[in-house]
């Protein structure tokens, strides 16, 4: 179980900072999105997780299916395809800064 702190944004919207295990760093969202995540798939563990080119995303297992869940999917209600983030910055899991590509992600060669 990660630990958690509440605090607030500019507007006075209640965030939680959850803080991961095995790094010195922490993701941020919406109170009332971190309570869905919670719904969905309970206390698991949440890590980052590298892409293998640098980049990384926060993810936790779900203990119902044992498979690596993106917290980022679990936010938007969605089971899969790209999320990418507004601000760049893959810890800031709040709603604003996620979206869902029109077109799916090509890399070029």
């Known amino acids: 179980m990660n630990l958690i702190e509440l605090a607030e944004d500019i507007r006075g919207l209640p965030l939680v900072r959850v803080q991961f295990a095995k790094a010195q760093t922490h993701a941020v969202l919406y109170l009332s999105d971190y309570e869905r995540v919670l719904t969905a798939i309970g206390n698991a563990s949440w890590f980052l997780n590298s892409s293998g080119n ?54 070029r060669p």
């Open 54 to 107: 640098g980049h990384h995303y926060v993810r936790a297992k779900d203990p119902a299916t044992n498979l690596n869940v993106m917290i980022a999917r679990v936010v938007l209600g969605i089971e899969s395809g790209a999320v990418r983030y507004q601000d760049g910055d893959s810890l800031n899991l709040r709603r604003e800064n996620l979206i869902r590509p029109t077109r799916p992600h090509r890399s």
